[in-house]
C-alpha cells in the first residue's frame, strides 16, 4: 500500500521553527517529485513548496520564500521542509503529496499523506 505519513507538526510561538518530515511507506520516492501544501480553516489548500526527484530544483511560495527549506534524503525515503520565523499566517495543516514532476495544481497530485498541524501563536 502507498503511503505517505506527515509528521513534526504542533505549536510554535512566532519566530519560532519546526521541521516538518514527509515519510513514504510501500513505494520509494526516488522517482517522485514531492510538493508541501497548507491548508489554512476556510481557505483553499495552496502549494508552499516542491522538490524535485533528483533534489537538484526547488521551488517556495512567494509567502514563504528565505524562511522555509525544502530537503530530500531518498536513502531515508523522507522529504523534509524547514520552516523558521514563522509567523502566525503560516499556522495551517501541513501536506506532502507525490508525483512525477513538481506542480503547484493540488489535482495533479496523485498520493497524500493525512496532514500535521502547524500552529504558530503565543
Keep these: 500500500q502507498l503511503q505517505l505519513v ?3 507538526g504542533g505549536l510554535v510561538q512566532p519566530g519560532g521553527s519546526l521541521r516538518l ?3 513514504a511507506s510501500g513505494f520509494t520516492l526516488d522517482y517522485y517529485a514531492i510538493g ?3 491548508q489554512a480553516p476556510g481557505k ?3 502549494g508552499v513548496s516542491c522538490i ?3 533534489g537538484g530544483s526547488a521551488n517556495y511560495a512567494d509567502s514563504v520564500k ?3 527549506t525544502i530537503s530530500r534524503n531518498n536513502a531515508k525515503n523522507t522529504v ?3 520552516m523558521n520565523s514563522l509567523k502566525p499566517e503560516d499556522t495551517a495543516i501541513y501536506y506532502c503529496a507525490a508525483d512525477l514532476e513538481c506542480s503547484n495544481y493540488v489535482a495533479y497530485y496523485d498520493y497524500w499523506g ?3 498541524q502547524v500552529t504558530v501563536s503565543s
Design 52 to 54: 524535485s526527484s533528483s
Design 66 to 68: 528565505g524562511r522555509f
Design 114 to 116: 493525512q496532514g500535521t
Design 80 to 82: 523534509y521542509l524547514q
Design 6 to 8: 506527515e509528521s513534526g
Design 21 to 23: 518530515s514527509c515519510a
Design 36 to 38: 508541501w501544501f497548507r
Design 44 to 46: 483553499e489548500r495552496e
